[in-house]
């Protein structure tokens, strides 16, 4: 392990570490509501990673102008990417919620610990 | 509109058909039913018009937009993608015309027209998942089914189904962002998202620990999506609470999606050239391997304790990943034909199972299996079907199930793997335990009058899953050309 | 309870092993020379804007090199609204009451004349981001964002009925299929024309035509999103709103 070039890519490091930190919270906390904000916290930290991934040093922002070449401009993909990320995450998050308002009309709680069933969700 | 185009109709037919689904029900709810069958049937037909181009010209491929591979989105229909379209279609088809009648039983008249537009959405998104040859592509695909899944899960409303949903959920969304992260990992080294531009540049890599650990990120969180034995827990809550036609859908092609990312992973993208320069590739079957023969174990074992029908079907299923994951990923060329032949063989017979199961609670209310004393003489043609898909899941010859099993262990002999062998007829005979004491309590028991009469369900719920159990009977005996062209595909993959 | 945590913990521990690991090998942060730079991009950043129509390069490649992707991106929300439909239902109508919030506490004067004020600037800022994406940041789907987000600030201050007032569900319903449809009636017209699902270079034309055309479909797409965007995200916090759950319960700050 190269712990110098860890340390250079900082950028990839806080995103893993925000990854891990939303896989905790989603495995450990009862609440729902929690355990979706742990997704997101993961989901964010896929994102930073991906955009991370196209920076150039001193790039520019990939729209053509006068006096920027295409050379120097950031991966474009990344960006591209993340957009559909970002609706996915979205969306995922706006069934989650709905389910978390049909379980608090039906059980009026959102502790995972207090919701009949065999296993914890 | 020639053949040519017919690729992308597979998604765009579907897809705009789910688009326009909720306009018709608002104009009139019962609409929609017609509406989404004309567009899952024109889809079923495409799928086999291209059959036949298929078994013409071999890979279709498609570019969408007109841009060539590397920097536009490609569709490749390989044999893989082809099999699956043309089971998800045919099965798709059957599944919707049986829901027709069930569903008005457990979901509130409002909220059927959204029940098909799901419908129609969970149908499109795995067939563009199964023919899409670009990795980010797959990810949006995998998206789409997973999330109209989770929704049509819970959409009986009942606390239960609410429940599981969320589990699936969390489970679900923690393997998906888990695919985009891999992808990530991937495309940053690699600088592409065709997957055959990624397995061709993917020999002369020098960062040959990164694209690593992606191939483990992938296959750990596709083996969620397919529901291998220790990440199967949101497996039998899911499918078991589910309406009856959702948990057919769910079980017998959904978590073949899974299945298919992994085939994808391990064989489509790495696995041309690349496992030559990685060991991790051949020890990640291996452990893949194993983890699928622990879920035919532990899957059969927990169907047999279960006291309802579903959940024991539900347990059956984890039981046939096993089996088709087994087979994928012991890297044996028999074993693989079984495999993939257990994909269709497996999705005929569980969708007859819940097809049945939905049939017995739409009559008269029946989950436990120790209600259905007597059923057979009452039901014939749905119990009927239900003991002829056993046939095909316990593997009893001559069904579909028979062929699947004696290829899978004959690539056990092949690679000289005797603990699987033990591991797969310990699963085959659990797995006549719990099919047959069903079979028995339909055929055997109960008040033996013959003033009972014939008190069937409606023909478009009992005629889907007859034909779905005499298909298992058909493929079982005239299994040659299909066995054959999967061979053909096997011998294009990397396993000797 | 205890021991399900130190398990998790101990998995983490792998998983952050082999993600640092990983990321050790990975190239340097914002080095120029790494294989996703040089393989596939030098295309899309040369030429976006004479082949695919887009001086954002963003853009054009969501729109038109990776316009299928989009499309399932649209089909992702889409799929969104009718699973929180299919869970929820629609928003309930019989409630029918204004200048008063969730809570049935009446609104202050102070927020409704700001959001009054408000929202139709943020509307118009939503169609300029929505038509300029092709040559400055912006885009279909963010410009929706926008549309979204004012009927949200809308309905907080002056309550559901009156925003389903303007936009009622027999309006919205057609609107959100049609806006879906939009994207794939776009790919049709490319194959009615005999070339591919979602070219928007229709051969048979004029280059000046061709190349005028294309602008008109790709703005009506970029439209089309944001419409979809906007007014499904709309109607999703329209079913999850409810206001008389609220009413059943008695104020417990008062008490």
Redesign the interface.
Known sequence: MNFSRIFHNLNYVVSAVLFLMGLYTVAVKPNLIKKLMGLNIMETAVFLFIVSTGMVKGGYAPIVEKGVKASEMVNPIPQALILTGIVVAVSTTAVALALCIKIHERFGTLDASKIPGKEEI | ?SVS?FP?LLT?IP??F??????WG?WKKEACFPWSVAGVSATAFISWALVSKFSAVGTIG??????AP????HIRIDFIGMLLAVVISSAGLLILIYSWRYIVHEV?E??IP??Y??YL?IF??ML?FSITG?L??LF??M??F???S???V??S?E??A??A???Y??MG??S??TV??S???L???????NMLDISK?LPN?P????V???L?LFTAAFAVKAAVFPVH?WLPDAHSIAPSPISAILSALVIKMGVLGIFRVVFTIYGHGFPSTSNLWSSLCGFVSWAAAFSIVIGSSMAIIQRELKVMIAYSSVAHIGYILLGICMLAPRGMTGGIFNIVAHAMGKACFFLVAGSLIYKHNMKRIRELRGIGRTMPVTAGAFAIASLSIVGLPPSAGFMAKWYLLWGCFQKGRYVFVAMVLLGSLLSAIYCFRVVYYMFFTGPRLHTQKVDEVPPSMYVPAALLSLGTLVLGIYSTPLISAINKFVGSLPVK | MKWKKFAVVASLSVLGLLLAYAIGEMPSFGSKNTPDKLHVIPRYLQKSEEEAGAKNIITGVILNYRGYDTEGEVTVIFSALCAVVALLGREKRRLSRSGVDAAGKPTSVIVNTVVRFLVPIILFFAVYVMLHGEDSPGGGFQGGAVVGASIIIFTLAFGLPKSTEKIPLGFRIPLESIAVFAFLSMGFLGMLFGVNFLTFILPGLSHELAHTVRFLMLSFIEVGIGVAGGIIFTSIVFSMIREDEYELQPDLSQS
């Open positions: 509109m185009s992308i765009a897809l705009s789910a688009a326009l689904c909720p306009i608002m498609y570019k969408v937009g007109g841009w590397p920097w536009g989105i509130e409002a909220k959204y029940y537009t799901l959405l499109a998104a563009g670009d980010f592509n949006v695909f998206e789409i997973s999330i109209t989770y929704a049509l819970a959409v409303g606390g239960k609410l429940r949903a969320f589990k959920l969390l969304a923690v998906s962002i985009l992260f992808i990530a990992f495309y940053s080294v690699i600088g592409s998202l540049r890599t960062y040959v620990v990164v690593n650990t992606a483990a827990m």
